[in-house]
Structure formats: C-alpha cells, structure tokens
C-alpha cells in the first residue's frame, strides 16, 4: 500500500412520537409525548428507531404536603397505545402514549408533577432521583441503546408541544424529548482500483483489525437544577452530559477484510453500527496487516504484508478527537494499490577517464 486516506463522518439519529387521550376525562389523564433529539431538525418517531416502550420516574408535590411524593412508585414503562386503548404497534396508530394503568394529574392548581425518563436496552440506570439520574460503571454491549430525556419538572396538565413532534398523530402529553447517551462508529475500507486492463489485478486483504485502547465501561451523573416553583410545565436540561471511562481499556477486533469495493459510497463494512462509551480518541488507533499481492497476466505474483497504524484522534489519521454523546461516526480506509508505477532513472556514475595509450611490439 503506498497510501491511506481516511474519512470521518458525524450523523446524528433521532426520532418522535406522540400522545393524546380520548376518554371520559381527556384533559386529566396523564400521557407522553415522546421525542429522539435532532439537532439540526426537528425529531423523529421513536418507532424509527424501533423503540416501542421507554421508563419514567415521576415525584409530585402536593399542596400542603411536605416534601415530594413518589408518584410512580419504582417507575413505570411507558408504551403506545391507539385511541381504543390496546397496544399500537405502528406509527400510524398511535394515538397516545401512557403507562400501564391511568395516572390523573393532580387536581390543585398549586400542585404538580415531576418527570424522568430513559430508554435502555440493558439494566436501566442505577438510580434515579428528582433531578438526578445516574448509570454506574454500565458494560457497553454491541447494539445497546442508552437515551435519557430532558427533565419535564412541574408539570400539571398534557401540552401540546409545537412542531418538534409535528410528525405523527399525537398532538399532546407530557414533552419528553430523548438524547442518545452513546456514541456509534462504523469503519469501511475501499480500494481505488483492485486490476489495470491487461496488466494485473490486486488481491488485497485486511488483516488482524484492532480499534485499540477502547473502554467500554463508564459512569454516567446527570444533573439538572429545579427551577422556581412558579414556573410551571417547564422542560429543563442536563448539566453538560459525559461519560467517565471506568475499568480496563481493550481492543475491538472485526473480521478479515477482503476488499473488492471501488467507490467510498461502496466501501465495504469492517464494523457495522457498533455502540461505544463516549471517549477521548488520545489513545485509540486503528491496526491491521495489509496483506496485498499484485497478480500480474504474465503470470508473475509478488506479495506485500505490511503493518498499519492509524491514530484516530490526530492529523495523522482520522483527525477525529472523541466519540461523543448521540454522534454517528463512519470511518473510511481509503487504499491505493497503483499510486506508483515503477520507473528506471539510468546514469552513469563517472565519465570515461582516458587512459594514455600503450603499444607492444611483436
């Protein structure tokens, strides 16, 4: 190989769903409006992401009452139902979102509701308080899927939420809008040209791949700060989200790689939508052997196995500087088997030093 390029990409997924309630007490019946946060856009359904159920926590605090009150007990999962009430189990057909038994808002005007949800493949978090929610030291699987929504604090009635969630048809309930608490990488590898008509063809393959130095433990502490009792249904935010990398750091290790693709929209896939902790790239390289033989129509072969070392989080190499909180990344190994062509550049080292001519006689 005589030269690598690598492509960074950052996406961000997201989604949104919605609630409303038809029964006999509409304007009292607690439901949910949920929501996975886009940046750039306003979000998309939970269902996008085959999301079909999260968890809240909620505490009240009633009037003349000290102190908060538990108001979901444990937690409670929260699903899709349609108008009917049974289970919705396409976008089309959600109208609400509610627990598994009716919850009522509280009837005093100086009375509210505090809520906090997530969404977790695994376990769920540790703990989970009025203004905190924390996971710790959580083992990061392949396909897990962590999401925590923004705190939805005093709450005292389902709103509609505005054009955010304007994609379904729920058209009001408790805002709960989702953030990605992991990262997601893929990385690809492409040839440039893998033959030159009537010349040769390469073989190229990708060998003993390693992401190294990854974590895949952390702790995640949120934190959000109540407001002032007078502001009412108010979503709040999470003071600055990050992991803190726990455990040992060790190695992600796809298969072999016989790489055919031409095209970077092509390229062929090393590691497929692979969830990892959030983490500083310092440390992180991507390795692997470059066994490469070039096949000549001669009939000739000659075979190359070369060792490669890409930093992922300097210009040397991807020039990515950490995964972050709900980032996408897509990382490209780009290979160019005929960059140089071998040439001859002949000289002679010295000019003809003349001698003096000698005779013999005979």
Same mark, same amino acid.
């Given at each position: 190989?005589?030269?690598?390029?690598?492509?960074?990409?950052?996406?961000?997924?997201?989604?949104?769903?919605?609630?409303?309630?038809?029964?006999?007490?509409?304007?009292?019946?607690?439901?949910?409006?949920?929501?996975?946060?886009?940046?750039?856009?306003?979000?998309?359904?939970?269902?996008?992401?085959?999301?079909?159920?999260?968890?809240?926590?909620? =505490?009240?605090?009633?009037?003349?009452?000290?102190?908060?009150?538990?108001? =979901?007990?444990?937690?409670?999962?929260?699903?899709?139902?349609?108008?009917?009430?049974?289970?919705?189990?396409?976008?089309?057909?959600?109208?609400?979102?509610?627990?598994?038994?009716?919850?009522?808002?509280?009837?005093?005007?100086?009375?509210? $509701?505090?809520?906090?949800?997530?969404?977790?493949?695994?376990?769920g978090p540790t703990s989970?308080?009025?203004?905190?929610?924390?996971?710790?030291?959580?083992?990061?699987?392949?396909?897990?899927?962590?999401?925590?929504?923004?705190?939805?604090w005093h709450f005292q009635?389902?709103?509609?939420?505005?054009?955010?969630?304007?994609?379904?048809?729920?058209?009001?309930?408790?805002?709960?809008?989702?953030?990605?608490?992991?990262?997601?990488?893929?990385?690809?590898?492409?040839?440039?040209?893998?033959?030159?008509?009537?010349?040769?063809?390469?073989?190229?393959?990708?060998?003993?791949?390693?992401?190294?130095?990854?974590?895949?433990?952390?702790?995640?502490?949120?934190?959000?700060?109540?407001?002032?009792?007078?502001?009412?249904?108010?979503?709040?935010?999470?003071?600055?989200?990050?992991?803190?990398?726990?455990?040992?750091?060790?190695?992600?290790?796809?298969?072999?790689?016989? $790489?055919?693709?031409?095209?970077?929209?092509?390229?062929?896939?090393?590691?497929?939508?692979?969830?990892?902790?959030?983490?500083?790239?310092?440390?992180?390289?991507?390795?692997?052997?470059?066994?490469?033989?070039?096949?000549?129509?001669?009939?000739?072969?000659?075979?190359?196995?070369?060792?490669?070392?890409?930093?992922?989080?300097?210009?040397?190499?991807?020039?990515?500087?950490?995964?972050?909180?709900?980032?996408?990344?897509?990382?490209?190994?780009?290979?160019?088997?005929?960059?140089?062509?071998?040439?001859?550049?002949?000289?002679?080292?010295?000019?003809?030093?003349?001698?003096?001519?000698?005779?013999?006689?005979?």
């Amino acid at each position: 190989m005589k030269k690598y390029l690598i492509i960074a990409a950052v996406a961000l997924v997201a989604s949104v769903a919605c609630n409303k309630v038809q029964d006999e007490a509409p304007a009292r019946k607690i439901t949910f409006e949920p929501a996975s946060y886009v940046p750039q856009t306003r979000a998309h359904s939970l269902f996008s992401e085959s999301i079909s159920s999260f968890n809240c926590k909620a =505490f009240m605090k009633g009037e003349g009452v000290e102190g908060l009150q538990n108001f =979901f007990g444990d937690g409670e999962t929260i699903t899709p139902r349609q108008s009917d009430g049974t289970a919705a189990t396409a976008e089309a057909n959600v109208a609400y979102w509610a627990p598994a038994h009716d919850y009522y808002w509280p009837k005093s005007a100086n009375s509210y $509701v505090n809520f906090f949800s997530w969404y977790d493949t695994g376990a769920g978090p540790t703990s989970v308080s009025n203004g905190a929610m924390a996971w710790t030291n959580r083992t990061i699987g392949t396909g897990d899927n962590i999401m925590y929504a923004d705190p939805a604090w005093h709450f005292q009635q389902n709103t509609n939420n505005g054009s955010q969630y304007d994609n379904d048809a729920v058209t009001s309930g408790v805002p709960t809008v989702f953030h990605h608490a992991l990262a997601q990488v893929n990385f690809k590898a492409y040839a440039t040209k893998t033959s030159v008509t009537n010349l040769c063809t390469w073989t190229i393959i990708l060998k003993n791949v390693a992401i190294t130095n990854v974590y895949n433990q952390g702790t995640l502490s949120l934190a959000s700060t109540e407001p002032a009792a007078t502001t009412l249904n108010s979503v709040g935010t999470w003071t600055s989200p990050a992991w803190t990398a726990t455990g040992t750091a060790a190695s992600l290790t796809p298969a072999n790689l016989t $790489v055919t693709a031409t095209t970077s929209n092509g390229a062929q896939t090393l590691l497929a939508n692979q969830s990892v902790l959030p983490q500083s790239l310092a440390n992180i390289h991507l390795t692997f052997d470059l066994d490469i033989t070039t096949n000549y129509t001669a009939g000739q072969s000659n075979q190359e196995i070369i060792p490669i070392d890409i930093p992922l989080g300097t210009a040397d190499g991807f020039n990515v500087t950490a995964w972050e909180l709900n980032h996408k990344y897509t990382f490209i190994v780009k290979i160019e088997p005929s960059e140089n062509k071998v040439y001859f550049d002949p000289a002679i080292v010295d000019e003809w030093v003349e001698e003096e001519a000698v005779e013999h006689a005979i």
